[in-house]
């Protein structure tokens, strides 16, 4: 807490150790034509129950009228809302409660209304719902039945996946080159020449060619033989 106008606040109520409360003040005026004050608080997160509890016994001990209202750096969620009616209704009805909170669409959160039920019932839900508007939770009660329940959930789910688009994935352009470097190394490592066309005479011409060739090659051996011999000759004669 940053605010020293709130320590003196909280500590003219009688609350001790006031920096357990992470508000501050925004504003606090003055109703025109009234002799009420206006405050304006900012809190950083939802409200602890404890907390709550402890500031709401002080509230009583202000001795003009005033009205409060509050600003929330973190906003509330289902689950502070949901922990906040657990412990509310305990400290109010000294029980558990007997029906249960579903999240709906947006801000709006379904009441399940139970198979057995008396007047009891829709006060409960009033009472709720105005202390969720004294502390600002911008939500929405709703009374649903259990049966129906289901449908509301599928209709939000068939919502979700309607607003769900998935894009096409992307290819970059190394991925293109890699891809066409690959192809040309499998099509070149898979290759294999076609086999010619070979007619009668081209197979002769070709085992002609081989004739000479192997020809060539033992008449260069027998040259170079001679060729030897002559020399050892020479020597001798020599």
Avoid at 66 to 80: A, I, K, R, V
Avoid at 101 to 129: C, N, R, Y
Wanted: aromatic share 12%.
């Amino acid at each position: 807490m940053k605010n020293v106008k709130m320590q003196r606040f909280l500590a003219s109520i009688g609350i001790e150790n006031s920096g357990r409360y992470d508000m501050d003040f925004v504003a606090v005026q003055r109703v025109v034509g009234s002799n009420s004050i206006h405050m304006i608080i900012r809190k950083d997160s939802p409200w602890d129950n404890d907390l709550l509890e402890e500031f709401k016994e002080h509230l009583a001990s202000i001795p003009y009228e005033y009205t409060l209202s509050f600003e929330y750096g973190l906003s509330p969620s289902f689950e502070d809302v949901d922990s906040l009616f657990q412990n509310w209704f305990f400290t109010s009805y000294h029980t558990l409660p007997f029906f249960q909170l579903m999240p709906g669409e947006g801000k709006t959160i379904f009441v399940l209304k139970p198979e057995v039920h008396d007047a009891s019932f829709q006060a409960i839900v009033d009472d709720f719902s105005s202390y969720l508007k004294f502390l600002c939770y911008p939500f929405k009660l709703e009374i649903t039945k259990e049966s129906i329940l289901p449908e509301k959930e599928n209709k939000l789910e068939k919502k979700e996946e309607t607003n769900e688009t998935t894009l096409p994935e992307e290819k970059s352009e190394d991925m293109y080159e890699n891809s066409s470097d690959s192809d040309e190394e499998d099509e070149e490592s898979d290759y294999e020449p076609p086999e010619p066309d070979i007619t009668e005479g081209d197979e002769k011409e070709r085992l002609e060619d081989l004739r000479k060739a192997e020809q060539e090659y033992l008449d260069s051996i027998k040259a170079e033989n001679e060729a030897r011999e002559h020399k050892k000759i020479y020597v001798k004669g020599d």
